[in-house]
């Protein structure tokens, strides 16, 4: 099954297109959470775990904030990988924000064994090497730094990982569409970022492509439904932090 397919059937699954972000913070737990888990990442963990729980219904995939949980150390990464397993778990898409760049072969090859390589299923349960992929179904890249050469690399280790790959545009649309199309519109999408109408724009240019869009604003709820009616999925913005108004976001699409 290719990415495409595997964000189609979750969406016609769940009938919904509502992606959200995770970047926990420990200023934003609950104070008994805090008191209850002297560990951060343990603490952080049971915070993500409640949020899932109440969005897996409607939360097609799940965008992981890496370097959010990177500040927290050893604690951050066991909770990451906590977190990615839940996720998958509850049949959650599982999309690490890596912001990798692609410098060169051995970079791009070295991401995808620890970000998207599936664990061999021939280790024993207990083999230490099974804790060294985070099985990811997608990761991004950021496209400013990669090369046309690159590119080709970057397609060659995702299809041996037989996941997915993102191009985080930070506005440059035409350049992260292009390395779609160079790489697979199978397995290689885009993150687009801007106002619904910039996004809409783009994806219509371009057809059959994977497009994550994070609008800035959602306050126009006829160009939100617009955007959603073009795009792959749509990602919560980051004021929705809690199940309801999660909920509440999808109806809005």
Do not use: H
Request: hydrophobic share 45%; proline share 4%; net charge negative.
């Amino acid at each position: 099954m290719t990415f495409k397919q595997l964000i189609e059937n979750r969406v016609k699954e769940l009938r919904s297109k509502a992606a959200v972000t995770l970047s926990p913070s420990w200023g934003e737990l609950p104070p008994q959470v805090k008191e209850k888990y002297k560990s951060a990442g343990a603490a952080l963990f049971v915070y993500n775990k409640a949020l899932l729980d109440g969005v897996k219904d409607t939360a097609v995939a799940v965008l992981l904030d890496i370097q959010a949980f990177e500040v927290y150390g050893l604690g951050g990464i066991v909770c990451l990988k906590s977190t990615i397993d839940y996720s998958k778990s509850l049949g959650i898409i599982v999309i690490a924000l890596t912001d990798k760049t692609g410098a060169n072969q051995s970079a791009i090859k070295a991401a995808a064994r620890a970000w998207i390589a599936p664990i061999d299923p021939n280790l024993p349960e207990d083999s230490p090497l099974r804790e060294g992929a985070f099985d990811c179904d997608a990761m991004t890249y950021n496209p400013v730094a990669l090369s046309g050469k690159n590119a080709g690399y970057v397609a060659v280790e995702t299809e041996r990982a037989g996941a997915g790959v993102l191009m985080d545009c930070c506005g440059d649309f035409t350049r992260g569409i292009s390395f779609a199309e160079a790489i697979d519109l199978d397995t290689c999408g885009v993150i687009l970022r801007g106002t619904c109408a910039e996004i809409t724009s783009a994806v219509k240019s371009k057809e059959g492509l994977i497009s994550l869009a994070c609008p800035t604003g959602v306050d126009n709820i006829s160009q939100l439904k617009e955007l959603a009616a073009v795009c792959s999925l749509v990602v919560a913005p980051k004021e929705v932090k809690s199940p309801d108004t999660f909920i509440k976001f999808k109806e809005m699409l």
